[in-house]
T-cell receptor, first 110, second 116 residues
Framework: AQSVSQHNHHVILSEAASLELGCNYS??????LFWYVQYPGQHLQLLLK??????LVKGIKGFEAEFIKSKFSFNLRKPSVQWSDTAEYFCAVNAWDMRFGAGTRLTVKP | ETGVTQTPRHLVMGMTNKKSLKCEQH?????MYWYKQSAKKPLELMFV???????ENNSVPSRFSPECPNSSHLFLHLHTLQPEDSALYLC???????????????FGPGTRLTVL
């Protein structure tokens, strides 16, 4: 069965810093990849997803992610974070079924 | 607002109580899911329903009993729970059942369950 690893449990950044959150998965076949975000007190919502085509995917709020098949990775990036990006970020992989990572908590200091 | 609602938002229960969690989706989706979210652990998929039929049960203890009376409603019946069952229980829906699917899952706000 596929598994998803998010290596950073908690990331603390200052506003305007650049962000990269790691996500690796273990599955050799075709996968669909997702990043979800959970703002404090709110529900999980989709940031972006990849299932084919250009491996660089752009999502909402200036986020993007790059699928690197050879590295089994789907890292999330944002060039300049804002205080409002403080949230928990979950990577998910859908092969046979949807599997989520443990999440990375991002704290952005104003 | 995602179109998926859950009630109650918070629940405190004793180990001998029986309670139910409710989920309703207003999106016309065919698939519904229950997840358990514990601190610092991946979301755990508990149950999957497609068109009111259970298609997946990930070895969940029998003290959790799902019910899907129609494609818009999903329940999770709880009885004789343990303190380690305390967690956030999330409901989600998607157009079709996941399985090499590109469908986005839409999540409800969750029920924060505390078992004393």
């Amino acid at each position: 069965a596929q598994s998803v690893s998010q290596h950073n449990h908690h990331v603390i950044l200052s506003e305007a810093a650049s962000l990269e959150l790691g996500c690796n998965y273990s599955y050799g076949g075709t996968v669909n990849l997702f990043w979800y975000v959970q703002y404090p007190g709110q529900h999980l919502q989709l940031l972006l997803k990849y299932f084919s085509g250009d491996p660089l995917v752009k999502g909402i709020k200036g986020f993007e992610a790059e699928f690197i098949k050879s590295k089994f990775s789907f890292n999330l990036r944002k060039p300049s974070v804002q205080w409002s990006d403080t949230a928990e970020y979950f990577c998910a992989v859908n092969a046979w079924d949807m599997r989520f990572g443990a999440g990375t908590r991002l704290t952005v200091k104003p | 607002e995602t179109g998926v609602t859950q009630t109650p938002r918070h629940l405190v229960m004793g180990m001998t109580n029986k309670k139910s969690l409710k989920c309703e989706q207003h999106l016309g989706h065919n698939a519904m899911y229950w997840y358990k979210q514990s601190a610092k652990k991946p979301l755990e998929l508990m149950f999957v329903y497609s068109l009111e039929e259970r298609v997946e049960n990930n070895s969940v203890p029998s003290r959790f009993s799902p019910e899907c009376p129609n494609s818009s409603h999903l329940f999770l019946h709880l009885h004789t729970l343990q303190p380690e069952d305390s967690a956030l229980y999330l409901c989600a829906s998607s157009q079709e059942v996941s399985g090499s699917s590109t469908d986005t899952q839409y999540f409800g706000p969750g029920t924060r369950l505390t078992v004393l």
